[in-house]
């Protein structure tokens, strides 16, 4: 089993769709959490961190269920420029595991 | 300024030479990572370096010896390149207590 599981996709949406991403991870010790974007050729760049309660940043919804060990991302209004992957990260201290990305294409 | 940049962005090769590829971060992080991202676009930690002691080595094999001559600098040199070699090698670098890592453009290594 995968340490940190996505759906790799892809997601073809219009503009202005909602579209959820989740993920989930294996090992119950893990301590943060983040969604990381991927444009294409481009390194990885912290999207948003991901906290139990439950954090906005404007279009973007991170939720976190340490009971079922699973993380979302939730993207409302979707934008041309919100094409990429998404990959969810998740932290065991020193360690950093990685997803494998879920491909997002929004089409006009 | 770049926060954390690598060299050289491209790289090509033939099989059995040996290579290194540099990384520098100016954020004043303790901690440094080298990631492996392969044609299916998995990334993989390869190493992590805090404070100049090595505390991750994933399975990798010993042909590829990560070397920190200090806190902002975390190079990766690999011995007798083989194909599957090939992809692309990204570093980045963090504080250990904060793990928002912020990565470097990377390199991609091709082996022919």
């Known amino acids: 089993r995968k340490e940190v599981e996505q759906d790799p996709g892809p997601f073809n949406v219009p503009e202005g769709a909602t579209v959820a991403f989740n993920c989930t991870y294996s090992?119950?010790?893990?301590?943060?959490f983040f969604w990381y974007r991927q444009d294409c050729r481009k390194e990885p760049k912290l999207l948003m961190s991901?906290?139990?309660s439950g954090n906005e940043d404007g279009r973007f919804t991170a939720q976190l269920n340490r009971a079922s060990q699973y993380i979302s991302l939730l993207i409302r209004d979707s934008k041309l420029s919100d094409s990429a992957t998404y990959l969810c990260?998740?932290?065991?201290?020193?360690?950093?595991?990685f997803g494998a990305g879920t491909r997002l294409t929004v089409k006009p | 300024d770049t926060a954390v940049s690598q060299t050289p962005k491209y790289l090509v090769t033939q099989m059995g030479n040996d290579k290194s590829i540099k990384c520098e971060q100016n954020l004043g992080h303790d901690t440094m990572y080298w990631y492996k991202q392969d044609s299916k676009k998995f990334l993989k930690i390869m190493f992590s370096y805090n404070n100049k002691e090595l505390i991750i080595n994933e399975t990798v094999p010993n042909r590829f010896s990560p070397k920190s001559p200090d806190k902002a600098h975390l190079n990766l040199h690999i011995n007798s390149l083989e194909l599957g070699d090939s992809a692309v090698y990204f570093c980045a670098s963090s504080f250990r207590d904060s793990l928002e890592a912020f990565f470097g453009q990377g390199t991609r290594l091709t082996v022919v």
């Open positions: 090992n119950s010790a893990s301590q943060s």
């Open positions: 991901v906290y139990s």
């Open positions: 990260v998740v932290n065991e201290l020193d360690d950093m595991r």
